[in-house]
């Protein structure tokens, strides 16, 4: 068929194809190689509209159509830059990218830290299988008991067979650690998984203990009673009712109520009675029921009835009890202690104490301290004292806690008549010479002979090379420094708190501490070092930072150590300290404190110096604490209480306890250990020990130890004094300022 004039045909498209594809083709491949010209790079603006070219056909649309880049991966250089791309991903939530990451870095503590930048952010998509490499591979790093808890929360959720959920749960077949799973949630999902796979009676007992023990939310409770229905008694039903009265969740408490037994549903009732005032009648079982005990104690102690409180008290064994209740009782226990010391009814205080019921712990371990403290001091009992003494050693680990219980030891066989026992006790305390009863038993010792000990420190020294290649190589630490370069604070703090905890050496110690300072990290440096010190590990020029304190003419300051050991405690030497009560600084003043000390001392001041110039703070500090010493005729404890808790503090335990000023130095001792605030009782007796180390460090590393001397220090003032009205108080300026101080004094970094 022949085309029309107008009609285009085959042919025609064929040579309009071949001209504006073909042919152009065939000219470049024709054309010299020619180096390409370098980019130019133009001013950003919005480009104008380009028309396509007219001899191009355009067949889908009229706008132009934009070219795919397909950029290849970038391929970090180094563990730094690996670092940077990986810290990116995690922001924009790029998981891939972190996978990826963990591949192609450049070595093995890149690619581990960025598997724990996966694995370790609660955001991230991670499969189970992934995590749990992690545990095992990043042994020792931050957050992985955490991890692991997720792990425990969420493994039913994951597509994981029973024999895979109790594989994991339990810890494999070589696992030894009994404690497995760690969480309720953990030992429910063993629990169906045990049953599922045959292992009925294990199962069953399994989810008896989780339901007894461990606190779920509605929802999970809900799950867990429709699940195991069928294994659970009433009498489980009745431990669990329990537990969620001792943690106040009446709600969920309630919840159980159809499923109690009848005195369990009776038991109830008499908590919730009590604990509301609406009142219960008690009778038969309940009235032997723990909780309701506890409920009657505290409702008598409200009403000042401790006497009845305490019978009733000491009737309750913790043995057995949750952990709330545990905690609880021995909240009521405290509380009526302290009443009885502050009434001086030692043998109510000794009843209390020693009947505490526990077997082991922290809460047993000061049970076991107090109740041997007041059968020596109070009630002429040596041979009592020393029994409790020796059970409080086998429950403590912390070197701080070892020299209180063998001082308190030597002082029990002294009583006895038994020297030689006395001064083998004294000895093992002074083995401990950074710590207070370390120091207090090397200086009784000495005194026996008449003599002053002398507080000798290990040789200061920098870090060796061989130190430094030794942290170096470990992976946390080269990890740690990178956070560190890169500004991440918060992850290098992590990853520096979780080093210290494996370090072995002092020069291990030393190192990471001059690390941290170097970057600016006084506080990580310094909590490293005391990390060591408590495991015996002593860096003391980590340990026990020296900075300059300014000294200005005309006016009183505190010798350095006092002030220095202040500073150690109050902020660890972190010039942006700040408190959550809103103190700021080296020696933490709180802003209205510094004013008013800084018009006294009629010298420049703002806020902002309080962080900002930190020789400046020091300088107030130094003063304030001088005027608090001042206040209270040379006390070194009280100027200590005051500045902690304040001075009204340190005059109500004045009026409580007694005097001190112009006692012997065991009755101060006495006196301190009967301070109500166990954070004041803690901050007085690390200051004292903190002044020791520094007179030492300030001297050569010896000096003759003087706490006996700073104990007893201060005079009694003449009878009419007004604790509130100091000498000098009508010097320019008025009295010193009242601290603006809260009992706990966190320090929380800017």
């Not at 301290?369 to 086998?394: C, E, K, M, Y």
């Not at 009863?437 to 060796?464: D, M, N, V």
């Not at 090379?465 to 991440?488: C, H, T, V, Y």
């Amino acid at each position: 068929m022949r085309a029309t004039p107008n009609q285009p045909n085959f042919f025609s498209f064929l040579w309009i194809i071949i001209t504006f594809f073909v042919v152009p083709s065939l000219a470049s491949a024709q054309e010299p190689p020619v180096a390409a010209a370098p980019p130019v790079v133009a001013p950003e603006a919005t480009p104008a509209a380009t028309p396509p070219p007219t001899s191009v056909p355009v067949i889908f649309s009229s706008e132009p159509q934009p070219v795919p880049v397909i950029m290849a991966p970038i391929i970090p250089t180094d563990g730094r830059h690996a670092m940077q791309l990986a810290l990116g991903a995690v922001r924009a939530r790029n998981w891939n990218e972190l996978r990826r990451l963990s591949t192609v870095a450049p070595d093995d503590a890149s690619k581990q830290a960025i598997t724990w930048l996966l694995v370790s952010d609660e955001a991230s998509d991670a499969e189970f299988s992934e995590q749990n490499r992690a545990l095992q591979s990043l042994q020792g790093f931050p957050q992985m008991r955490e991890l692991r808890m997720r792990m425990e929360r969420n493994i039913e959720n994951r597509a994981l067979s029973p024999h895979e959920i109790a594989n994991f749960l339990t810890g494999g077949p070589r696992n030894t650690d009994a404690n497995l799973p760690i969480t309720g949630e953990g030992k429910m999902a063993l629990a169906s998984a045990y049953l599922a796979t045959g292992r009925a009676e294990a199962g069953q007992n399994l989810a008896k203990d989780a339901w007894r023990n461990y606190r779920f939310d509605s929802r999970l409770q809900a799950i867990y009673l429709d699940r195991f229905r069928g294994v659970y008694s009433a009498q489980d039903h009745d431990a669990r009712a329990d537990l969620l009265l001792w943690v106040d969740r009446t709600t969920q408490a309630r919840a159980l109520l159809p499923l109690l037994s009848e005195q369990g549903r009776t038991t109830y009732n008499a908590h919730l009675g009590i604990q509301t005032g609406e009142g219960a009648v008690l009778s038969g079982a309940t009235i032997d029921d723990r909780g309701v005990k506890y409920e009657r104690v505290k409702s008598l102690r409200l009403q000042g009835r401790n006497s009845e409180a305490l019978n009733l008290l000491t009737s309750i064994d913790s043995n057995g009890l949750p952990e709330p209740g545990q905690e609880a009782i021995w909240n009521e226990r405290r509380i009526l202690l302290l009443e009885a010391i502050r009434s001086r009814r030692w043998q109510d205080g000794y009843q209390i104490a020693s009947q505490h019921g526990l077997a082991s712990g922290s809460k047993f371990a000061e049970s076991e301290f107090s109740a041997g403290w007041i059968a020596l001091r109070f009630l002429n009992q040596p041979d009592v004292a020393l029994r409790h003494f020796q059970r409080f050693d086998t429950a403590v680990q912390t070197h701080m806690s070892k020299s209180r219980g063998f001082y308190w030891q030597g002082r029990a066989f002294e009583a006895l008549g038994n020297q030689s026992s006395a001064n083998a006790a004294y000895n093992q305390a002074a083995t401990y010479p950074a710590f207070y009863y370390g120091q207090l038993a090397a200086a009784r010792l000495a005194a026996q002979s008449g003599t002053i000990a002398t507080l000798r420190l290990p040789p200061e020294g920098r870090a060796t090379p061989a130190d430094w290649s030794s942290l170096n190589a470990r992976p946390m630490m080269q990890i740690a420094k990178i956070f560190s370069e890169l500004g991440e604070r918060d992850l290098f703090i992590k990853f520096a708190f979780s080093l210290d905890d494996v370090l072995e050496t002092n020069g291990e110690h030393q190192a990471l501490s001059e690390f941290a300072r170097s970057r600016g990290e006084n506080l990580v440096g310094i909590r490293v070092a005391k990390a060591g010190l408590n495991r015996g590990i002593i860096a003391t020029e980590a340990a026990f930072p020296i900075i300059d304190i300014p000294r200005l003419s005309g006016y009183n300051q505190a010798e350095d150590a006092f002030s220095l050991a202040i500073t150690r405690q109050e902020s660890e030497f972190n010039p942006n300290a700040h408190s959550h009560a809103g103190a700021r600084g080296l020696m933490q003043f709180m802003p209205a404190t510094a004013n008013a000390q800084a018009r006294r001392m009629e010298i420049p001041h703002s806020t902002a110096w309080l962080t900002s110039r930190p020789q400046h703070n020091l300088t107030l500090g130094s003063a304030h604490l001088a005027d608090l010493t001042n206040r209270f005729y040379g006390s070194y404890v009280l100027a200590i209480i005051s500045y902690n808790a304040g001075p009204g503090r340190a005059t109500q335990w004045i009026d409580a306890y007694g005097e001190i000023r112009g006692e012997d130095v065991d009755k101060i001792i006495d006196w301190i250990e009967m301070i109500p605030f166990s954070e004041t009782r803690n901050y007085v007796q690390r200051v004292m020990e903190n002044m020791q180390v520094y007179r030492a460090r300030l001297n050569g590393d010896a000096s003759p130890l003087r706490i006996y001397e700073d104990l007893v220090r201060g005079t009694k003032p003449p009878p009419e004094f007004n604790i509130r009205i100091m000498p000098g108080a009508d010097a320019p300026g008025g009295p010193p300022p009242e601290p603006e101080r809260a009992p706990a004094n966190t320090p929380v970094v800017e």
